[in-house]
T-cell receptor, first 110, second 114 residues
Framework: EDQVTQSPEALRLQEGESSSLNCSYTVSGLRGLFWYRQDPGKGPEFLFTLYSAGEEKEKERLKATLTKKESFLHITAPKPEDSATYLCAVRSYGNNRLAFGKGNQVVVIP | DTAVSQTPKYLVTQMGNDKSIKCEQNLGHDTMYWYKQDSKKFLKIMFSYNNKELIINETVPNRFSPKSPDKAHLNLHINSLELGDSAVYFC?????????????FGPGTRLLVL
């Protein structure tokens, strides 16, 4: 069974204080690793898909990286509007379902 | 706007009632999903339909019955609602067998059973 563990569960950052979120995963064969952002009262919003170790993707202050066992979401010089829960999910070959982690709740203080 | 939409956004009902949640996507995707997000914010797959055919059916009480009238719609009917059914239900869609296969989520339906 595919498993995803995210750490830390919650993180408070000062505005401008860069940090990283971790997503460790166990799958039989990785078809894709997905990062989503979820704001309170809203549905998950797609950020990135990573397919193979060594791959990196960037969007504004966010950068996602992937190794064979984990993914990191780096937040560079965060702003208060980056406050959200970041969800990591994996999909394995022969499987249509996404297995989600419990999320990293990030609060950025002005 | 192209999106995944759900109705209603909020649903408050009494134990024992039957209710339905509707989902529509206009992204042209061939696969739709229902997820449940519990009070701890953990998202878990319930069902998935590909071209109106049920392809994922997780261990969910048979009080929950999905119905897909066409590729763009996936509804969720819940019979004899229980307190433990209170959660947020998300619909999602994707186009499988492409290089992307990203799932796009709706805004959620907040169900409260009293």
């Amino acid at each position: 069974e595919d498993q995803v563990t995210q750490s830390p569960e919650a993180l408070r950052l000062q505005e401008g204080e860069s940090s990283s979120l971790n997503c460790s995963y166990t799958v039989s064969g990785l078809r894709g690793l997905f990062w989503y952002r979820q704001d309170p009262g809203k549905g998950p919003e797609f950020l990135f898909t990573l397919y193979s170790a060594g791959e990196e993707k960037e969007k504004e202050r966010l950068k996602a990286t992937l190794t064979k066992k984990e993914s990191f979401l780096h937040i560079t010089a965060p702003k208060p509007e980056d406050s959200a829960t970041y969800l990591c999910a994996v999909r394995s070959y022969g499987n249509n379902r996404l297995a989600f982690g419990k999320g990293n709740q990030v609060v950025v203080i002005p | 706007d192209t999106a995944v939409s759900q109705t209603p956004k909020y649903l408050v009902t009494q134990m024992g009632n039957d209710k339905s949640i509707k989902c529509e996507q206009n992204l042209g995707h061939d696969t739709m999903y229902w997820y449940k997000q519990d009070s701890k914010k953990f998202l878990k797959i319930m069902f998935s339909y590909n071209n109106k055919e049920l392809i994922i059916n997780e261990t969910v009480p048979n009080r929950f019955s999905p119905k897909s009238p066409d590729k763009a719609h996936l509804n969720l009917h819940i019979n004899s609602l229980e307190l433990g059914d209170s959660a947020v239900y998300f619909c999602a869609s994707s186009q499988v067998r492409t290089s992307e296969e990203t799932q796009y989520f709706g805004p959620g339906t907040r169900l409260l059973v009293l």
